[in-house]
Every structure is written in structure tokens, then in C-alpha cells.
């Protein structure tokens, strides 16, 4: 009898299909990570014209960023985890590899539409119009940013075990950064807490953001974000791939 082992390409294709189907099941919590940075968006209204359009619109896409990496990435991976998905997946014939990358690009995808949300939310309640190039880098900048709360996600995953504690450790994680990130980028933590907001995953996300958006204001300080963004990629990516199991004992 003969074993036919599907090819890559075809796993991949159905890993992708299961995965976006499982992501619009769960359309509620979808609605909410788009729903929150919103709204911040509309409320900061007032802030556009003293801060300008490029601020408030980073901040909220580094909000949205937050909630993809800690609220939805690691608590989908905790949860599929402990049900055993992971161990049935692995025992079948698809790298593992191939496993992760179908996750991942799924949250790119919904990096994308955060991202979208939010500058057609600028455009059409706060009058914030960017320039195309602006526009375009605006997006590429949200995949390197978002790269690094998914990183981050991945290293709490890998970390904790269990899902519930996985799920309590993001919420605070993800308060934590929105609270003093935001109270941080409005200057109202003083100069030295400030100084390390802005070196923080939120402030290098948020700066780089506001700089790709305004092509004209990227200088040498904004490459440092992007570098420093990078390494916490970097950083957070080696922690969760040695830290993580497939299974929870």
C-alpha cells in the first residue's frame, strides 16, 4: 500500500483555510481589536490639531498592534495548545515550520486591516490625509512593529504553560504598555520615565510609525527606532522559539 504525503505548498494552503476560518469564527474578538484603537482615534479628535495627524494616528495603530500580539496571538496559541491541536498537527505529515507560518500570516493579515481601519477612521472623522508614500510606509512600518508584539506574544507563550495564566499575563502586559505608553508620549510621566517610554517596544513602534507617515521627518533618530525595534524582534523571537512546547506537560 502506498502513503501519499501531501506536498508544502498544499499543507500550507489548508493550515491557511483552517486558520482564517477558525479567525472569522471568532469575528467578535476580531471586532474589538479593530473597534478599540478606533474609537481612541475619534476621541483624540482634539489632539490632531495641537500634536498633529501623524501622532494620534501611530499611537493608535501601536494600540492595535498591542492588542494582535498579547490579546489575540498568544491567547490563540495557549488555547490551541492546551486542547492538544499543536500534537495532533505534529503527528501528521507537515513540518512544523509550516504550522507557525500559517498563524503568523494570519495576523498579518489582520495587521493589515488594523492598519486600514484606523487611517480610513482618520481620513473620514478627523480629516488626517497622508501623502501615498506616507500611506505606503505607514503599512510597511505596522508589519515591522507588528513584529515585535507578536515576537513578544510568542515569548510569554513559550514561557507559561497555562492558557489562563497566559491570558492574564497579556491583559496586564497589554495595559501596562497602552497606560504608560500613552500617558508617556503625552509627556505626562516626567523626563526620566519618559526617556524610557520612549525606548520602550511602544515608543520605538510609535516614533517609527509617526516618522513613515511624514517621510520628510525621517532622520537619524528614527533609523535608531527602527534598529532598536528590530532587536526586540530579535530579542523576543529567540526567547519564545527556545522557551516554547507543543505541548502543555
Not at 17 to 36: G, H, K, Y
Not at 122 to 131: A, R, T
Amino acid at each position: 500500500m502506498q502513503t501519499t504525503i501531501p506536498s508544502t505548498p498544499s499543507v500550507l494552503s489548508s493550515l491557511l483555510r483552517a486558520d482564517f476560518t477558525t479567525q472569522w469564527r471568532n469575528r467578535r474578538s476580531v471586532m474589538l481589536v479593530v473597534l478599540v484603537p478606533v474609537v481612541i482615534l475619534i476621541s483624540w479628535k482634539g489632539l490632531v490639531a495641537k500634536l498633529g495627524g501623524t501622532f494620534v494616528l501611530s499611537n493608535c495603530i501601536t494600540i492595535g498592534l498591542n492588542a494582535i500580539g498579547l490579546m489575540g496571538y498568544s491567547n490563540a496559541i495557549a488555547r490551541d495548545r492546551d486542547k492538544g491541536v499543536f500534537q495532533r498537527l505534529r503527528v501528521a505529515p507537515v513540518p512544523s515550520w509550516s504550522i507557525m507560518i500559517s498563524r503568523l500570516l494570519v495576523q498579518l493579515a489582520m495587521i493589515f486591516i488594523v492598519t486600514t481601519a484606523i487611517f480610513v477612521a482618520g481620513v473620514y472623522f478627523d480629516k488626517i490625509n497622508l501623502s501615498p508614500a506616507g500611506y505606503v510606509l505607514g503599512y510597511v512600518t505596522a508589519i515591522i512593529g507588528g513584529a515585535v508584539y507578536l515576537a513578544l506574544g510568542q515569548a510569554i507563550v513559550g514561557l507559561i504553560k497555562n492558557p489562563e495564566t497566559v491570558n492574564a499575563v497579556t491583559r496586564l502586559t497589554y495595559f501596562i504598555f497602552i497606560m504608560i505608553g500613552m500617558f508617556g508620549e503625552l509627556g505626562m510621566l516626567g523626563h526620566k520615565l519618559g526617556e524610557v517610554v520612549r525606548w520602550s517596544p511602544y515608543g520605538t513602534v510609535k516614533r517609527m510609525l509617526s516618522a513613515s507617515m511624514e517621510p520628510s521627518t525621517w532622520n537619524q533618530d528614527t533609523t535608531f527606532y527602527l534598529l532598536a525595534t528590530i532587536g526586540y524582534t530579535i530579542l523576543f523571537t529567540t526567547l519564545g522559539i527556545k522557551w516554547f512546547k507543543w505541548n502543555t506537560r
